[in-house]
């Protein structure tokens, strides 16, 4: 049986013609959800520019993102 994650925060953004379709292709190839890719994508570029987030840090995560952003 699959576990789910409730996740409270919601993103919306534009993006350019076909990167819907192209996310779509990706999440299948990865046997994922559109959500799932995209979620785990943005994750690893958070990291890979020195702002690591957790999953389901929540609240204490949001925190420190928002600490960071007011000392730089």
């Known amino acids: 049986m699959r576990s789910y994650t409730h996740y ?5 953004f534009r993006g350019p013609v ?3 379709a192209a996310v779509a292709m990706a ?3 990865d046997h994922t959800t559109m959500s799932e890719f995209l979620r785990r ?3 690893a570029r958070l ?3 020195g702002v690591p987030l957790q ?6 995560s949001r925190r420190k993102v928002e600490e960071a ?3 730089a």
């Open 8 to 12: 409270d925060e919601q993103l919306q």
């Open 18 to 20: 076909g990167l819907s």
């Open 27 to 29: 999440a299948q190839r």
């Open 41 to 43: 994508t943005v994750l």
């Open 47 to 49: 990291a890979e520019v």
């Open 55 to 60: 999953p389901n840090d929540g609240e204490a």
């Open 69 to 71: 952003s007011s000392t």
